[in-house]
């Protein structure tokens, strides 16, 4: 669903995470119910030092202590299985009541979920998910999708709907990116004057995707906009149009809203930011876990709120407060 807010363009959808420096909560508050005493919920996250992820990591925290729910978090240093797995195989030695995760694989990673599962613990996917059905209780994302949709929009009207583009992603097989890589290719065969480039891939180093922004300028002289699939390719695309003084003359639309990127669209290097809502997705699945907890029923599928920001909007209330933080 697409809607036209005060603040700018408010989208109903699905969504994905990051943490760091946010610590544990033991039992305490209320509201959760005789179900949740000595329950415990774990937390592992794509990037812990991603400020998407923090801000997922820190409303969970809260959530889970005004529940009466013991919380710990951690994450990989890098979006990457090898680094990942040993995390989830921690947390099924530990076997917490629950646990929240955004699997860095949508398949590597289902045989391990699926034997934490079958211990007991209660399984809830946040931002990014498996192709595997049977994994999780509830998952709670953007509509990828249609932030793809709503990024190509924005870049055909920042480009004047003429010229070359390209994406800049991740890598592929990451349920959230290659969603967006669909929904903004799709849009974008809807502006027959503009050339799509095939997608590059940066293994979510921001180096990489500086070096891929100066690469495609030199070959696509006619290159008028960018989008990048997540936070760490848009900060190295900032850099890259930065080195190359194409600021501001290559439109780019990015994911997220984190510092960096707040800093790159006040300067006119990034131009929009599609701003998930991950302290929204924290809170819900620590909620949709108490009631799986107590007994209760449980939402299989959840979407959350994203919102279009640009430098017009990004001071208004009803949009800043989807601003990402660095720390709790």
């Given at each position: 669903m697409r809607t036209t807010a005060r603040a700018g363009l408010v989208l109903g959808v699905v969504v994905p995470l990051a943490l760091a420096g946010c610590g544990s909560s033991g039992s305490g508050g209320s509201g959760g119910g005789s179900g949740?005493?000595?329950k415990s919920i774990t937390l592992i996250t794509g990037v812990k030092s991603d400020p998407f992820y923090i801000t997922m990591t820190c409303a969970a925290q809260a959530e889970a202590k005004a529940k009466g729910v013991a919380f710990k978090a951690d994450g990989s240093a890098q979006w990457d299985v090898s680094v990942q797995k040993p995390?989830?195989?921690?947390?099924?030695?530990?076997?917490?009541?629950g646990l929240m995760i955004s699997p860095v694989d949508t398949a590597a990673l289902t045989p391990s979920l699926k034997q934490i599962?079958?211990?007991?613990?209660?399984?809830?996917?946040?931002d990014t998910s498996v192709t595997d059905p049977s994994i999780g209780i509830t998952r709670i994302s953007s509509d990828?999708?249609?932030g793809g949709q709503v990024a190509a929009d924005a870049l055909a009207k920042e480009m004047g709907e003429k010229g070359s583009v390209i994406v800049i992603s991740v890598k592929p097989g990451v349920s959230t990116t290659d969603d967006r890589i669909k929904g903004f290719t799709q849009e974008m065969a809807k502006y027959p004057n503009i050339k799509v480039i095939p997608?590059?891939?940066d293994n979510d180093l921001p180096a990489t995707a500086a070096s891929q922004i100066q690469s495609t300028l030199a070959a696509h002289p006619d290159l008028g906009g960018v989008f990048a699939g997540n936070t760490n390719t848009a900060q190295g695309i900032a850099t890259g149009l930065k080195q190359a003084n194409k600021e501001g003359a290559v439109k780019v639309v990015a994911f997220d809203a984190e510092p960096d990127e707040v800093t790159a669209l006040k300067?006119?290097?990034?131009?929009?930011l599609v701003a998930q809502d991950p302290a929204a997705i924290g809170t819900q699945a620590v909620d949709q876990l108490v009631d799986a907890f107590n007994g209760k029923p449980v939402t299989a599928s959840i979407g959350t709120t994203m919102v279009a920001i640009t430098a017009q909007n990004i001071n208004d209330p009803a949009v800043a407060k989807y601003l990402y933080k660095g720390g709790c």
């Open positions: 949740t005493a000595g995390l989830i195989d921690s947390v099924g030695a530990a076997k917490p009541s599962q079958s211990s007991g613990t209660k399984v809830a996917l946040v990828n999708v249609k997608t590059l891939y300067a006119n290097t990034i131009q929009v």
